[in-house]
């Protein structure tokens, strides 16, 4: 791995004493926990409040695909087109640029410096509305050519635009609301954001059947309908977070006035985040694009692989809800130099969060059928779906490992080459899903193998790239 990171052998589970924090402001509770806490107990408690948060993702993931089911198949495989770059957003601002919010604020806090840390939380409110605005440019103007080549005609296209484009014309709500919880959670405290999320997405749980289906007043809206009821409950929530930033019970202070932009501290934070968007992307445009190679199986063959590749929509914010509670532990740790804590808080985190993984994986595949009729009733639909999860479930595992690693490699600033990493995946599952379509001509199961291969490929790679991760040198901590 490059520059500077930490050599990470079998995990420690001593409680090394803790560096005592600069004289530039005390040491809160909170980041004595995670620099001194039992490091299991303390992983758990710190991840509870995001496991809450994944449990409304998941079931804004599977409600969406529920409501939309009502208009159609067409309607169902239109949004499906369009939903991969929405949690691509969403998994940009949080895991991504947030990682490296939360990344650069935990360390600077470990650090004992306070004042950095507000500082870097200004630099992260100004880095929000430039992504926000890349992201609704990029998506307003390029969404039409890029449905189309994912396969989208006619009324799959017409409702993939209708959604994209409520979705991504309020970009700055989704943006906004991730970031600025990945700031908190910097700080150690999980539980504000998460029940901020929870919050905005049980409330577009709650609005979005009467947006899309009309109700009394309000009009039919259909696909756009799941649109408006996605950005609203997330633009409140943004204001509930600025609104906390701005109190004297934050342990950072969101400042407008007095705070001249840096360049090293946009560079603090982009040195993790631009890796972790870039990871972000390939993590979410994988199924993007592997949707893609599917549609030239055929339409069910598109849709059965959408519907049961989004259990890994369910599965990514389980590993992001143990993620940044992995990130923030090791992030206070690293800028406190406790080192060998810092490696056995991630190999911790990792095995934790592989087992979960490989647990949900081998349950769904034993009965895919459940979830597949969540979805669809089109038998063709469904054999295809439940064909991809019995052969994906069951190493879903090693999908979690490498995921988790590349929360521990940001935790410590040096998360390149786990993206890397996760990048090889997608090389490994896209062109193995293609010789083995039209190479071998082994059809829809060959190519559910080849993704199979990239998630054990993503693990070995992680594995390795983190293993790699030594000390900063003296002069540099």
């Not at 005592?20 to 402001?25: C, E, H, L, T, Y």
């Not at 806490?37 to 758990?44: F, N, Q, S, V």
């Not at 159609?72 to 087109?81: F, Q």
Request: net charge positive.
């Amino acid at each position: 791995m490059s520059d500077h990171s930490v050599t990470i052998p079998s995990p420690s589970f001593s409680r090394p004493a803790a560096s005592p924090p600069s004289p530039n402001r005390p040491m809160t509770a909170r980041t004595k926990l995670l620099l001194e806490g039992a490091i299991l107990p303390t992983l758990l408690r710190v991840a509870a409040p995001n496991v809450l948060n994944l449990l409304a993702i998941a079931g804004m993931v599977t409600f969406d695909g529920l409501f939309l089911g009502r208009l159609g198949a067409d309607t169902l495989a239109g949004v499906s087109l369009a939903f991969p770059w929405v949690m691509f957003m969403q998994h940009a601002a949080n895991g991504g640029m947030g990682g490296g919010v939360s990344s650069a604020i935990a360390r600077a806090l470990g650090a004992g410096r306070r004042d950095k840390a507000d500082a870097l939380l200004y630099h992260a409110f100004v880095l929000a509305i430039a992504v926000a605005a890349i992201f609704s440019t990029s998506m307003l103007l390029g969404a039409p050519y890029v449905f189309r080549w994912m396969g989208g005609r006619n009324e799959i296209l017409s409702a993939a635009l209708a959604y994209s484009n409520v979705a991504f014309g309020g970009a700055i709500c989704i943006v906004m609301l991730n970031i600025l919880a990945n700031a908190v959670r910097g700080t150690g405290n999980m539980t504000l954001p998460g029940v901020v999320i929870m919050g905005s997405v049980i409330a577009h749980i709650v609005i979005s059947p009467s947006l899309i289906f009309g109700w009394g007043p309000i009009p039919a809206l259909g696909p756009a309908g799941a649109g408006v009821g996605l950005m609203a409950p997330f633009g409140v929530g943004s204001l509930v977070l600025i609104g906390h930033l701005r109190s004297p019970r934050a342990m950072i202070t969101l400042n407008f006035r007095g705070v001249a932009l840096q360049r090293t501290l946009f560079a603090e934070i982009l040195k993790v985040g631009v890796p972790g968007l870039i990871n972000s992307g390939i993590t979410n445009l994988s199924v993007a694009l592997l949707t893609g190679i599917a549609s030239h199986l055929g339409r069910e063959a598109a849709i059965g692989y959408a519907m049961g590749a989004r259990l890994e929509y369910i599965l990514l914010p389980i590993g992001f809800g143990f993620g940044t509670a992995i990130s923030a532990m090791v992030g206070t740790n690293w800028g406190a130099q406790q080192y060998r804590r810092a490696r056995a808080i991630g190999w911790t985190g990792a095995a934790t969060v592989a087992g979960t993984f490989a647990t949900i994986g081998m349950a769904v595949a034993l009965l895919p059928a459940m979830w597949m009729g969540l979805f669809s009733n089109d038998e063709h639909v469904v054999r295809i779906g439940i064909s991809y999860l019995q052969i994906t479930g069951p190493l879903y595992g090693f999908y979690g490992l490498g995921g988790a690693l590349f929360f521990v490699t940001q935790g410590v600033g040096s998360n390149t080459w786990t993206m890397i990493a996760n990048a090889v995946r997608l090389l490994v599952s896209a062109a193995g899903a293609l010789i083995a379509i039209y190479w071998l001509d082994l059809g829809q199961d060959g190519f559910f193998v080849a993704i199979a291969g990239g998630f054990c490929a993503y693990a070995a790679l992680a594995t390795a790239a983190t293993l790699s991760v030594k000390e900063p040198a003296a002069g540099q901590r």
